[in-house]
């Protein structure tokens, strides 16, 4: 499945750059590249991409006065596209997918792509949100409590943005919190208690005073012949689960 891309620039050397890069990625079908908001916004209203990649400062319309003139139900995965990092917080408040600054380093580049497309494939998958949905409605009664939906780590001058939905799991590094995600992993300066109040427990579970991990990451559970637990995720971490919370993985334990 090829999903559908839109370049949104008033500059033509960035959207061939964008272009360009985008050859090598066979999941991605470029659909049109536009050079001001209003072309970019009937583009959207008449395809419906998939995946925008979007530049802030534009003439006439910005990139997130487009994105105002479109209905939330409506508005594809965005990709920030910028020379100034002065909004980068502004972007999270509007859910952008991603923000990278220009001049863009293709490393930067190549992971904004990959998680573009897991995070695609994830929506594609309704059956997966769908379990998500029902672990919600079965362990936690507050439906109004705001849970993080992601997360923005400063590396030096970089910001990245970490999605929830990627974390695998999250271990305890002294005062940060250390996300990893597949074989990366990326330093939050908060404790794993704190972190643990604002994460939703239907996705996220406590397993030692040292790590949390997504529930939909764990593939196998094992007891051992001294009753302690271990647990293998899907990226093949294997981690041990201490006795204090060992209770919170007997539903799963029982149902097996």
Request: hydrophobic fraction near 40%; aromatic fraction near 8%; glycine fraction near 4%.
């Amino acid at each position: 499945m090829k999903y559908k891309v839109l370049i949104v620039d008033d500059e033509p050397l960035a959207r061939r750059g964008i272009r360009a890069r985008l050859k090598s990625v066979p999941d991605l079908l470029i659909l049109a590249d536009c050079e001001d908001g209003i072309a970019g916004l009937k583009v959207i209203r008449r395809h419906q991409p998939d995946l925008v990649f979007l530049d802030i400062q534009m003439p006439g319309l910005s990139g997130f006065d487009m994105l105002k003139r479109l209905p939330k139900s409506k508005t594809p995965f965005i990709i920030f596209l910028t020379a100034y990092d002065e909004y980068a917080l502004r972007a999270f408040e509007v859910h952008a997918l991603d923000y990278l600054l220009k001049p863009i380093d293709d490393q930067r580049f190549t992971e904004s792509v990959e998680r573009a497309i897991r995070q695609l494939k994830l929506q594609a998958g309704g059956s997966i949100e769908a379990r998500l949905r029902n672990l919600l409605d079965e362990h936690t009664s507050d439906r109004s409590r705001p849970y993080l939906e992601r997360f923005t780590v400063r590396t030096g001058s970089r910001i990245t943005f970490v999605l929830a939905d990627e974390i695998d799991w999250i271990e305890a590094v002294g005062d940060y919190a250390g996300l990893h995600v597949g074989n990366k992993n990326s330093l939050l300066r908060e404790t794993l208690t704190a972190l643990e109040e604002r994460l939703d427990p239907a996705k996220f579970i406590r397993i030692h005073r040292s790590a949390i991990v997504q529930v939909s990451r764990i593939c196998e559970l094992r007891t051992l012949p001294n009753r302690e637990l271990r647990l293998r995720l899907t990226t093949g971490a294997d981690l041990k689960v201490s006795r204090t919370y060992r209770a919170r993985l007997d539903p799963w334990l029982s149902a097996s």
